[in-house]
């Protein structure tokens, strides 16, 4: 296996590859504006760490979000262009599950909160419960303002950057800020190995619905700020 993981849902642009084992190599750049410019070079940039051609690439994993529009959609159709022109299997999971997964990785147990930057002063958030077995996600992911989310959410302590944007509604302790491909790519793999991975097309479906994966359609979880324009009705004036 070679797993290229792709998230493009928080301030970080990122790429990993995971060989099933352990995470080979990682780019991460932090930028909330410049998707499109940083994705492709992070790519490259982890395929050359470890001396690996595209065509290496078995699997590919994106996160779906939640994330603003623009830079959700530049991470998910980059994963799917990638996977379309390399002929191999595509999934998603939800950004958030990445974030907690890495709060695990890091040894913490117990109740999180994961509450990502949303904008117009609201996060995007999602409640989980962490034991030795892994990251648990319970309720969620919901898009609210922070002093809105229920007061045992707002209790917990939190990954993400809602913790910095809002300090007076949530508590954060050191826990990741930003999604990173890594984590991603190591929860992936470790979904992949627990449904047990074949080739043909019947069972990378079923993998898909044992393992966890959560299809690519984005969480965008509100309406785009920008909508095609309504054409006027035939045989009416336009306005002005």
């Known amino acids: 296996m070679l797993l290229l993981a792709i998230d493009t849902s928080t301030t970080a642009i990122t790429t990993a590859l995971h060989d099933g084992a352990a995470v080979l190599a990682q780019s991460s750049t932090l930028d909330a504006r410049a998707h499109t410019e940083h994705l492709a070079p992070g790519i490259r940039a982890v395929l050359a760490d470890v001396g690996r051609e595209p065509g290496d690439v078995t699997d590919v994993v994106c996160g779906i979000g939640p994330g603003p529009f623009t830079g959700l959609r530049v991470g998910i159709v980059t994963a799917r262009t990638v996977g379309f022109a390399l002929g191999v299997p595509v999934r998603g999971l939800t950004s958030h599950d990445a974030l907690a997964h890495e709060a695990w990785l890091g040894g913490h147990r117990g109740g999180l909160l994961v509450a990502t930057d949303a904008r117009r002063k609201e996060v995007y958030a999602a409640r989980y419960d962490l034991d030795d077995d892994g990251a648990h996600r319970l309720e ?15 209790a917990l302590p939190a990954a993400g950057r809602g913790p910095g944007l809002w300090p007076e509604s ?33 069972s990378l479906q079923r993998v898909d619905a044992v393992g966890g994966f959560d299809g690519l359609e984005p969480l965008y979880l509100r309406r785009p700020d920008a909508a095609p324009a309504v054409a006027p009705a035939v045989g009416t004036a336009p306005p002005g």
């Open 140 to 154: 969620g992911p919901v898009v609210a303002k922070a002093v809105d989310l229920p007061d045992e959410w707002r």
């Open 170 to 202: 949530l508590s954060g302790s050191g826990l990741p800020l930003d999604v990173s491909a890594g984590a991603l790519a190591d929860l992936a793999a470790r979904r992949l190995r627990a449904a047990g991975r074949e080739e043909d097309a019947a």
